[in-house]
């Protein structure tokens, strides 16, 4: 059974910085493709960032720049460093793999950039 479990969320100022964990299980992790989702409130979830299996990566164009997805195969987990974070990034992060038709996500994460 597939499980993403997020962590790292919180409240921080316009400009700080988060970085969030996904934990997996379940998955031959290295051979996947990872990925991290936002949803903000009235909003449909959209992609942030995606890392395949060979540690290519792509990004939103409202993240690039700012934000970094890495893997750590040995550890089964994914991140997401966000820096110079702005008030419209406040959102609930999910973490996603899709190992064969259907995806997965984890409980999400709620991130809030407030002063």
């Known amino acids: 059974q597939v499980q993403l479990v997020e962590s790292g969320g919180g409240l921080v100022q316009p400009g700080g910085s988060l970085r969030l964990s996904c934990a997996a299980s379940?998955?031959?992790?290295?051979?996947?493709?990872m990925a991290w989702y936002r949803q903000a409130p009235g909003k449909e979830r959209e992609l942030v960032a995606r890392?395949?299996?060979?540690?290519?990566?792509n990004y939103a164009d409202s993240v690039k720049g700012r934000f970094t997805i890495s893997r750590d195969n040995a550890k089964n987990t994914v991140y997401l460093q966000m820096n110079s974070l702005k008030p419209e990034d406040t959102a609930v992060y999910y973490c996603?793999?899709?190992?064969?038709?259907?995806?997965?996500w984890g409980q999400g994460t709620q991130v809030t950039v407030s002063s």
């Open positions: 996603n793999v899709r190992p064969g038709i259907s995806p997965y």
């Open positions: 379940g998955v031959i992790f290295r051979f996947n493709a």
């Open positions: 890392i395949m299996s060979g540690g290519s990566t």
